[in-house]
Each structure stands twice: as C-alpha cells, then as structure tokens.
C-alpha cells in the first residue's frame, strides 16, 4: 500500500532509568518526559525492552535482535517502535546496558548514567506501520506498529549474552500480519 506517511515527531532526550530483569526481557523503564507525536497524538515513551531473535520480520527475514519502544497515550492505547539489530560491530548502547543488567531475574537497579533513547533508533526514520496485539501478554489490540525500516549493529556476543540470560529465545513465532495493511 502506497500512502503519504506523516513523519513521526521525536522528543526524546537524556533520561534517569532503571533496567530490569523481569525474567522474559531485559527492560529499561524511563523516567517522564520522552514522547512522539503520531497523526496529531502524543504518545509517551514509557519503556524498552529486547527480543533474539527479532519478533517481527522485514521481507521474511529475521534479525538477531529487536528492541521495542513502548509508548501509551492519555487514553491508555500503545505505539510500539520496533527497532531491528543486524550482526555486525558490537553496539556501545548496548555494551552499556549489558553492563548493567542484572543477572537475576525479579531484580532491577537505576542505570548509572543518564539514556537517551534517540540512541536506539537508526538514523532514517522510514518505517513501516501496522496495527496489530502486543506480542506479549496481555495481548490488547489498538496497538500501533511502527517498524523501523533501517537496522542497527550488534555483535553476535552481544546477542549470544542476551539469548543466554534468557535461557534461550524471547520471541515467539510471528503472526501473520498478511490480513492487515501495511502502511509504507
Ligand atoms: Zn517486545
């Protein structure tokens, strides 16, 4: 489907945070103040968190890892941000929240520095968009997808470290998104 896409309107900047593990990912939850704008509504960005492999897949092919960005409007529907990461260099983003994730799952700590979530998008912003239910439970629906076309680099330790704190893959097998328009 060819339509004429508003750009998304980033205001993100340096944020206070705490990273935990929750046991399924590795989630940073961020202080107010990071939010989009998305056909005249602001959503604000209240986590991220990461999949290996990638849930969501571009032109049939998976990726080593994905992050998502999950923002909620005042309403309580969601805008997800799917960021996608190709084997390649090792990310420094990462290495930092590597660092400092904890091992255990059920524990979290404040990061030590400041995170600016800008950090976590490639540099274009072309996307796809979809609407479909969050991949993890509780499903709801009135999720906006948004999949970021371009992806980042990440070492394959730095994925095999996040595989391996799992215990094994965190995605789960990818709906078919084929009866839902793909906005491009
Ligand atoms: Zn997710």
Redesign the pocket.
């Known amino acids: 489907m060819d339509t004429e896409l508003a750009p998304i309107q980033f205001a993100y900047g340096p944020s206070e945070a705490e990273i935990l593990n929750n046991g399924h ?1 590795v989630q940073v939850n961020l202080a107010a103040g990071n939010q989009i704008m998305l056909n005249g509504r602001t959503f604000h960005l209240k986590q991220f ?3 290996t492999p990638s ?1 969501n897949t571009v032109n049939g092919k998976f990726f080593a890892m ?3 960005l ?1 923002h909620a409007d005042a309403d309580g529907n969601l805008a ?1 941000i ?1 960021v996608m990461f190709n084997k390649g260099d090792a990310n420094p983003v990462i290495a930092s929240l590597w660092a400092q994730m904890p091992k255990k799952a059920g524990a979290h700590k404040k990061l030590e520095a400041t995170v600016d979530p800008m950090t976590l998008l490639p540099a274009a912003k072309d996307h796809y968009r979809f609407n479909g239910s ?3 439970p509780p499903c709801s629906e009135g999720v906006f997808w948004l999949v970021m076309k371009n992806a980042l680099p990440v070492s394959s330790a730095q994925a095999d470290a996040f595989t391996a704190l799992m215990h094994g893959p965190n995605n789960r097998p990818v709906q078919p998104i084929n009866a839902r328009p793909i906005l491009e």
């Open positions: 990912t968190h990461f999949h849930e994905e992050a998502h999950v997800v799917g969050l991949t993890t």
